[in-house]
C-alpha cells in the first residue's frame, strides 16, 4: 500500500535519527542472529521475529516501526556496538572483538550517511577508519577517540592519515 507524504517523512526521519538505539552489547557474535543458513519460509519469519524484538529491547523501536529499511539500520548499529544518543554516536566495541576486520556502510545520522571500517594493521592491532558522505547541505561531523582526550578530527569523504 502507499503511504501518504506525513507518513514517509515521518519514516524518513526516524531513520535519519534513531535516538539511543542500539544499546547493548555488538551482536557481531550472536549466532541466532546471523545464521550461516536458512533452509525454509518459517525459519526466515522467526530470525525477522528475532531480530524485531532484539532491536526493540535495546531501544531500537522507532527504527523496526519504520519497516524494512529501519530494521537494516538497527541490524547495522547492532551489528558493530554502535548507539545513538542526543546527536552522538558511539561506537562501544568491546576491545576483544576488534580482531575481525569489517566496514558498515550507510548509517544513517541526519541526512548524512556515515561509513566506518575496523581494521587491522601490520601488527594485528585495530583501528577505525570513519568518513562521512553527504547528502543534503554541508555540515561539520567530528570524531574522537574515547574520551576524547585528542582534539576531535573533522570527518569528510576524502581519505587521510
Given at each position: 500500500?502507499?503511504?501518504?507524504?506525513?507518513?514517509?517523512e515521518k519514516m524518513e526521519g526516524t531513520l535519519n535519527y534513531a535516538d539511543h538505539c542500539f544499546s547493548g552489547h555488538a551482536t557481531m557474535h550472536a549466532e541466532n542472529?546471523?545464521?550461516s543458513k536458512l533452509s525454509s519460509i518459517t525459519q526466515l519469519l522467526q530470525l525477522w521475529d528475532l531480530w524485531k524484538l532484539t532491536l526493540q529491547k535495546r531501544g531500537c523501536k522507532s527504527l523496526v516501526m519504520a519497516g524494512a529499511h529501519g530494521l537494516?539500520?538497527?541490524?547495522?548499529?547492532?551489528?558493530?556496538?554502535?548507539?545513538?544518543t542526543e546527536n552522538h554516536l558511539q561506537f562501544q566495541s568491546?576491545?576483544?572483538?576488534l580482531h575481525?576486520?569489517?566496514a558498515l556502510r550507510g548509517?544513517?545520522?541526519n541526512k548524512d550517511?556515515?561509513?566506518?571500517?575496523?581494521?587491522l594493521d601490520q601488527d594485528e592491532k585495530p583501528f577505525l577508519h570513519v568518513s562521512v558522505k553527504f547528502q543534503?547541505?554541508?555540515?561539520?561531523?567530528?570524531?574522537?577517540?574515547a574520551g576524547c582526550l585528542n582534539e576531535p578530527v573533522e570527518l569528510t569523504s576524502e581519505i587521510r592519515g
Open positions: 500500500p502507499l503511504i501518504n507524504n506525513e507518513e514517509r542472529l546471523w545464521p537494516m539500520q538497527g541490524m547495522m548499529l547492532s551489528f558493530g556496538g554502535l548507539q545513538f568491546d576491545p576483544h572483538v575481525n576486520s569489517y548509517i544513517h545520522y550517511l556515515i561509513n566506518l571500517a575496523v581494521l543534503d547541505k554541508l555540515i561539520k561531523l567530528y570524531a574522537c577517540e
